[in-house]
């Protein structure tokens, strides 16, 4: 039988990376204005909601497991409006999901059941955050999965 620890990093990595490829798959057909447009007047942009996932990724398991020092400004992950290119966005993106890799790759069997105390988290352990972290990239790729459907639609 393989051991807990190898099973978790092998799953979670799995996961992202395939949750990663939605968010690249989803964002393939749109150009850099459909990126940045606001389909429905009180929703996000899909560019906003991939700068909300970067920073989402970067504060909860870059800063607070892998220690990379981040700072969070989560309020502009909504409000930015320098509307920096697709690609660029999507390379920051996918920074932020190498990041999670290595540091799931990097956790003993001990560190995934460290406490996690981050402010904004509703954690007890690391295990639970990571897993938190894979869950909400779920739940905004549906939203993502709108969104293009939106922008199609409008045309």
Known sequence: MADLKQTIASSLTARYKKLAAMVR?????????????KPIALGNSFGHLVLHLTG???YYIGAQIAATGYV???PLEFSDATHPSKAEVLQKFDQAIEMVLGAIGSQSAEDWSKEYTAVGADAR????MVLQCATHLHHHIGQMMYLGFELKRKG
């Open 72 to 74: 969070r400004d989560r």
């Open 125 to 128: 352990d690391r295990f639970e």
């Open 25 to 37: 798959e989803l964002a393939a057909p749109l150009s850099d204005e459909q990126f940045w447009t």
């Open 56 to 58: 989402n990724l970067n």
